[in-house]
């Protein structure tokens, strides 16, 4: 099936479906892309419309989202679930860049299979200044808050939807919000389920690729905190930092045009 000339299909990981898109650029070095939590592959639209030309793209569902199969999972299953991409569509090793959710994503593919990547970029992981693993309380919090969300959402229209998402998202551009509006409809009950924020630390020791981490400002919302910016830069000489001005945790859709030249810099 094509949609915008690029191709989907689905990857199985132990009978569950992992759904992608690709631009599939003949000859171009291929770039995996990793959403953030309650977005879906192509919430990545806009990169991958500016960025097909030098790259072939793959935008992948996470588990629980968008196209993808659901079930509780972990955040190693998510791990697992890009390597199962790779692995199948005989890419490896590859560039990566994850936003979020799927930031943590693809810094612990770099540190559990370090052969099929080359290089990541991580935009806004949510990786705080406490370490270790959440206790179940805050996790059980985080579930119950989403599942609320999700009952409210499922009973707005698009257009409510939409409206709500301009409210929040005053600085995003107008062709961001289809796939978002979509991707709020896509995501799992189950999505949050046998999910937990872990010591960073235990993947950042492992990741020997050149890794950049793409953070904003922590007054607009930055999940990043310029401290841990620091740590993380001092713990591995593998990462570098770039900072940009004026944008909170969406960096890409708060100040698209220097996100777009600091990815490429860094991957071209």
């Not at 030309?53 to 679930?81: K, P, Y």
């Amino acid at each position: 099936m094509t949609m915008n000339q690029w191709i989907e299909g689905d990857v199985s990981v132990n009978g569950l479906p992992i759904h992608f898109y690709r631009t599939c650029g003949t000859g171009k070095p291929t770039l995996l892309l990793a959403h953030g939590f309650s977005d879906n592959g192509l919430c990545w639209g806009r990169v991958a419309r500016e960025m097909e030309v030098e790259f072939d793209l793959i935008m992948v569902d996470a588990r629980n989202h968008g196209q993808s199969g659901r079930g509780i999972c972990s955040s190693d299953d998510l791990t697992d679930d890009l390597a199962a991409v790779i692995t199948a569509l005989s890419i490896g090793p590859t560039f990566a860049l994850g936003h979020s959710m799927g930031a943590g994503t693809v810094a612990g593919l770099a540190a559990r299979y370090p052969g099929l990547v080359s290089k990541i970029a991580l935009e806004d992981p949510p990786w705080g200044e406490d370490q270790g693993v959440e206790d179940d309380a805050k996790a059980d919090k985080r579930r119950e808050g989403f599942k609320k969300f999700l009952q409210s959402v499922s009973g707005m229209s698009d257009e409510a939807i939409l409206a709500m998402g301009k409210k929040q998202h005053p600085d995003w551009r107008d062709d961001e919000f289809p796939a978002w509006v979509q991707s709020n409809r896509q995501v799992g009950l189950d999505a949050l389920s046998g999910m937990k924020y872990r010591d960073w630390r235990d993947n950042v020791a492992k990741i020997q690729c050149d890794t950049l981490l793409i953070h904003g400002d922590e007054d607009r919302g930055g999940m990043l905190k310029q401290v841990v910016v620091d740590r993380l830069v001092w713990d591995n000489n593998s990462f570098s930092a770039h900072h940009i001005p004026g944008a909170g945790h969406n960096i890409r859709r708060e100040q698209f045009a220097l996100y777009l030249a600091a990815v490429r810099d860094f991957f071209v």
